[in-house]
């Protein structure tokens, strides 16, 4: 409840739901948001802007970075779900939080091999532009020489001797 500043808290421990009534505070959140996943974050969890998701009953998802109990930064995904007032849920929204640290990380190890691969394929077709360009000239010459002796050979009325001397050359 954004009035009473109260939230529910639902936790797993070994396997059993745990519920919380506890004070939140949105200054929690922001101190603990990593400052490059802030910005439109934290605006879209200013007071209006949540009391219309709320009104609304909408969804927010977001991902980012926060800190956890040991002050390290992990990626965390959010779901604020906008919700009607119950004797179960007296408070006007549900906060889900899952941590996907380790698949954030397996895609950032992922983006990285991506990058290095297309970098090393860059690197070859430059050294095959560059080889091609360097043997054009050196296999140019020699075949610019065989097709000329082989289009005199096959002109006509040419004696069979000159012919042979265009064809040993």
């Known amino acids: 409840d954004m009035d009473q500043r109260r939230c529910l808290r639902y936790r797993l421990d070994n396997g059993v739901v745990i519920r919380e009534t506890m004070d939140h505070d949105m200054g929690f959140f922001k101190k603990n948001v990593h400052p490059d996943d802030a910005g439109p974050i934290l605006s879209s969890l200013e007071g209006e802007a949540l009391r219309k998701l709320i009104r609304e009953e909408g969804e927010y998802y977001f991902e980012c970075r926060c800190r956890d109990e040991a002050s390290r930064y992990r990626w965390y995904a959010f779901t604020i779900q906008g919700i009607p007032r119950t004797k179960l849920h007296?408070?006007?929204?549900?906060?889900?939080?899952?941590?996907?640290?380790?698949?954030?990380?397996?895609?950032?190890?992922?983006?990285?091999?991506?990058?290095?691969?297309?970098?090393?394929?860059?690197?070859?077709?430059?050294?095959?532009?560059?080889?091609?360009?360097?043997?054009?000239?050196?296999?140019?010459?020699?075949?610019?020489?065989?097709?000329?002796?082989?289009?005199?050979?096959?002109?006509?009325?040419?004696?069979?001797?000159q012919i042979r001397y265009y064809l040993a050359q």
Do not use: C, W
């Open 90 to 161: 007296p408070y006007a929204f549900i906060l889900f939080r899952r941590d996907i640290d380790a698949v954030k990380r397996n895609e950032g190890t992922k983006e990285q091999a991506l990058e290095d691969a297309l970098e090393a394929a860059q690197r070859a077709s430059s050294a095959k532009g560059n080889f091609l360009s360097s043997m054009s000239h050196e296999i140019r010459t020699p075949l610019n020489a065989i097709i000329g002796y082989l289009t005199l050979a096959g002109l006509p009325d040419i004696p069979m001797e």
